[in-house]
DNA sequence: AATGAATGAGTCTTCATTCAT
DNA sequence: AATGAATGAAGACTCATTCAT
């Protein structure tokens, strides 16, 4: 038999195999996590819910660390997607419409997965490798930083790094405890009003509301 | 043998003692939270430190869980103190006054301890008994909700609820960023802006801002 | 979670019981290697078959290692005790006399417990704390040099250190060889007979040998 | 397919690609062994370092035991080979001059590789089919032996089977001891000492150093 | 009340070995 | 023949908790 060469070398077989490992083992890593918890998600537990030995778990991740740190690695990539595709898309926007936008998206990827951004947030300890949860946070301030600096002419603000920090401090900690701790505020009819009360607070401190009929459109 | 007049009982002397060992416990676990963090804290070290046995801890503290409960209760009454007093100053005073005042206060509880804070915050799963580091900012909220509705006249805001809880987490999380996570905004010259800043937030977003001379004032 | 392990004893067994339960343990390790070997020694079963459990073996021992370490400073101790007491007693002895005894010391050190000895000789890796099984033979080659340097007008060596190190080591190797690993040699009624040819083979080289008749005395 | 001439059949090269990994593999077992020590010596390292697959060892090793084995089997060829090799070369010499050279040859074979033979004799536990390290001394002794017959009319001793043993046993553990623990003893200007030191302590035990000048020769 | 020896379930991790490709 | 992914038994060790003294 004639042995013509080969395109797909063997190994991509087994490549294959392996990343099907990999995911599996995250992905149960993550259930795990939001199932039982950080304290209870033991390895062998892990291995079991992937479907695969012990000895094959420690065969791609050297610790418990290295599997949960690759879940937020992959939970963190996922939100940071979902605020640079956002920011992207409002890049050219004037802040009243990006603003509103923003902060939409901010709600959107915390509900990407909330029970496991929960849990991440909640129990995993900001140890060793494991530090950095943060990381989107700090992954979007240069980007939003940079979006007020292309659009300075219509912000009035004295520091700008100052103004980032606080506007991406504010929006986080207001999408995520609306999203974990407060579910009634983002309830189907209120939820719109939430982004507004969100978007008003960033406008007015950006110095953009000089129009705004507050009398009217908001005392009830 | 001849029965001593006693003005202090027994009863109460050994509450006394008891009160101490508690105590030392208590302070035994912040300690080592703070040194070894949650993880490496274990109940026989928390007892070493204290000086007493880990039969006496037990004696006290039913388990690891209410050991770190009452540090948590412990540090979470000092701050909701540091709060309450300053809520209580300025219960009186117009909401230009009052905000800059709780900003600055919410600073201060956060400089309590600040690196039991961050244990605290980042290290303790948020488990069974041990939800309840977030209890300050309930705490927290119907109080400033209260002081809102008691200057309704003053503010502009459509749902006093949301208001309050938007304001109370942006401050809350603000100062603790601040305090934990970027220590560079805090520095001597700069806290005060930062006060500014925040304070500022909050007053736009409740509509009183309107005399602010914001070209000058606030653009370099 | 892993440790680092330690290796000084945990625990000064200063009440009864737990002196007790240390002399269990190190016991149970000795039969344990002697019956399974030193690969097939786990700390659970050593804990089992002394009768305590895992805990309480780790309160003591901080690893497996200061186990078997204290199981060789134990037999070690016992070997040099016979050593020493042999060596005081013919202290004043001349060589004629000294070293014959002091060669049925030897045979009776490895005698002491020949299984036990052979495990920790043949099994026991020489690494870190480990190491000394060869303590026996360093402690006693300044005693038998001290031996020597008192009777130097008996001898006849250029370099006393050099002599006491092929001496020591000598005797070490012939008895310990006869006792492991060739028991024919020293079966009832040609014991003596090594004994008396090691002690020759001494002798001689210090040079003391003269008034043997050979012709006579050894050959068949 | 057209069947081309073959002077070299494909099984012969397939022998000598296999003849290289088997060397590959022992040579990586060794190295490794002296490297990391026997317990850290796991199959994968071995494969990684021999540069082929996990799989492949154990085409041609049946378990970790067979490899250490071959080292042992290996090395044990060589010392006895440097041995072997002396004693043919001094066969028809009288004693005088041939102890002095095996004295010499002993030292040599145990410096063929120090390391190695360290770790062989230290580490590995003379434990199924790892026995063997000693089989060098049990090599050599019948060929020791049938020097000794052979020169019989040199010698004066009463039992040449146990004279032989004493003189195996002695030369090898001096020989050991100075090349692995006691360097100085074989430091160059004081290396002929100890050989003639060695080669006095067999010469007199055989009862033929009657001629000796010790007072002259030996004493400071 | 205090002590601290004892407990043991449960954790992480290693590594020799197998087997489908 | 070679590969290397997968296996899983087994081991060392921790620590919250109990209980006899």
Redesign the interface.
């Known amino acids: 038999m004639v042995q013509r060469p080969q395109k797909t070398p063997r190994k991509i077989a087994s490549q294959k195999r392996s990343r099907v490992t990999v995911d599996a083992l995250v992905e149960a890593t993550a259930r795990i996590l939001v199932k039982d918890?950080?304290?209870r998600a033991s390895t062998n537990r892990i291995a079991a819910v992937a479907g695969v030995s012990i000895g094959t778990l420690y065969q791609y991740f050297p610790s418990k660390e290295a599997l949960v740190e690759a879940v937020i690695e992959r939970h963190t990539q996922e939100l940071s997607q979902v605020g640079q595709t956002a920011l992207l898309k409002v890049a050219a926007s004037p802040i009243e419409i990006a603003l509103r936008e923003l902060v939409r998206a901010a709600i959107d990827a915390h509900r990407v997965d909330p029970k496991l951004h929960r849990v991440l947030a909640?129990?995993v300890?900001?140890?060793g490798r494991l530090e950095d949860i943060?990381a989107v946070e700090r992954n979007a301030l240069p980007l939003f930083r940079a979006y007020l600096e292309a659009h300075r002419s219509e912000v009035?603000?004295?520091?700008l790094d100052?103004?980032a920090?606080?506007l991406v401090?504010?929006v986080?900690?207001?999408t995520h405890?609306a999203v974990i701790?407060?579910p009634d505020?983002l309830a189907d009819e209120k939820a719109d009003?939430?982004v507004e009360?969100?978007t008003?607070?960033m406008l007015?401190?950006l110095?953009r509301?000089r129009g705004a009929k507050?009398?009217t459109a908001?005392?009830?």
């Open positions: 918890g950080y304290d909640e129990q300890p900001r140890t943060e009035d603000v004295a520091d100052l103004a920090f606080i401090t504010t986080e900690a207001l405890s701790t407060r505020v009003a939430f009360e969100v008003q607070l007015r401190y110095g509301d507050r009398g908001r005392s009830k």
